[in-house]
């Protein structure tokens, strides 16, 4: 049990290219929820199990801090779906921080990237993962997810 990859979940795509999701990464309300290492993520689950609060993704799993991080992750600001690139198009946002510079949280090891607007086929459901390459903590001070220039999904074609 162990993170060890950052990765966007298939369900996501199929979704999205069988017309079963209308995923509108630059307007939905896509959240970043911490975990930690206590789950295994796997990009091949359905898209029901890649749902926040679904199967790995469950909130008992979530690293919070009821105030400066709460429950069910923070909402990423200034989306961009971009595909201004040959052969790219990916996702990005500004980096995405606390409410402020009092947080308090141990052990975070990544990130459930999911989308709080839509409900079909199912409500939250996950788009990405991402790994932060270890255990992560900060107390009492500004915890903040810094996105590659890569973005935060990134599709070659």
Known sequence: MAWSASKIF???IADALGNVAAFDLDADSIKAALFSNSIT??????????????AVWANTNEVSDTTHWPAGGVALANKVL??????????DAD???SADSS???AGV??????????STPVANQ?????YFGGAQSVTAGLFTI??????????TL
């Open 10 to 12: 298939r369900p996501f």
């Open 41 to 54: 993520p796997n990009q091949d689950v359905t898209s029901a199990n890649s749902a926040f609060n679904a």
């Open 82 to 91: 971009n595909s201004a690139s040959a052969g790219i198009v990916f996702l």
């Open 95 to 97: 980096d995405t921080p």
């Open 103 to 105: 947080a308090t949280l």
């Open 109 to 118: 090891y990544g990130a459930l990237h999911y989308d709080a607007t839509l």
């Open 126 to 130: 996950g788009i990405c993962f991402n």
């Open 146 to 155: 810094v996105y590659s220039v890569n973005g935060i999904l990134r599709l």
